[in-house]
């Protein structure tokens, strides 16, 4: 830290990523990446035009690329924000919508960015603990005072909450912006984007990163009541008016076309998601149910900390929170069938190894 660093980001804890490794051959199973490449035709994009056209700016409206979302989702370009990853949205969102002196309310154990958020703008929030079975109780954030911050599903636990839950809680917070993380809504929950005509303090954001094989590329979205939307751009036009870089934005366009492809590869995600959660439990081990990309499980036989150690070993990466309520389990993305029968197999050869230890 240098002395020029000013002092109200001091204290400030950055968020941390998932490891990317360096070496190829690990088997990738720890930050909810998908297993298939892009679909041929956002893969074309990249011969096209466009990197010829690199050397100009791109149109800083992102107009192409947001008819192409809105006609995805049928709703109008101007309730569609277009952003550099859905991160940077939810930047957005914690920078202007808390109000000042205002509050955020967000789940205890969701997405650690949340926190970050909060701590950078230095905004009151408040952590709302899930209940025993690690849902979030839609009760604790009706009629609240602040912003209401919710993924659904929730990670790293991946459960869901019904559309019905949600609507209550944008419901009864008219005064107060709700932000519906939907990173992971393409896995089997239910998207609240039906509800922004009717509710204009609802923002639902979603990713390209997750259900579209495009985590590097960098694009996130936000549906949203028009004047929501024209907020976001403000500040979008006050920091970063390209914040959806030239390729980006054609490749997006691309995969909206060929959505079916994306939609088959998640399909057979949560198909490859139930058997492996069905493996893991006849090896004893506590799955939640899931409808997201990955699976949240711990076992009595074998703590979090060493499982995802053993597992590393042998060359296969899985999540780990080193965080007290959650420490016994991991975060393991679905990859592959290929990718999941080598987990299981090495997970029910470390059971084994250990049970040989402890006799
Ligand atoms: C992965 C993830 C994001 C961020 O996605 P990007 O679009 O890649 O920035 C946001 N929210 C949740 C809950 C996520 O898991």
Redo the contacts with the bound molecule.
Sequence with gaps: MSKFLSRQYRKLIPYTPGEQPKDQRLIKLNT?ESPYPPGPETLKALKGREPEQLRLYQDPDSVRLKEAIAGLYRVQKENIFVGN????I?NFAFMIFAGEGGKIYFPEIS?G?YRVFAELYQTDYCMIPLTEDFSVDPQDYVCRDGMIVI?NPN?PTGKALPLYRIEDIVRTNPEHVVVI?E??VDFGAESAMSLIHKYENLLVVQ????SRSM?GA???FAAASPALIADLERIKFSTNPYNVNRLTAALGIAAVRENSYYMENCRRIMRTREYTAEKLAQMNFSVLPSAANFLFAKSDRIGGRELYQKLRDRGILVRHFDKARITEYNRITVGTEEEMEEFLTAVKEILEERDGETI
């Design positions: 909810n990853g859905s991160d940077e939810l997405y960015f993924a990670a993380d990173a992971y990713t390209f990163s997750k985590a960098r694009l996130g």
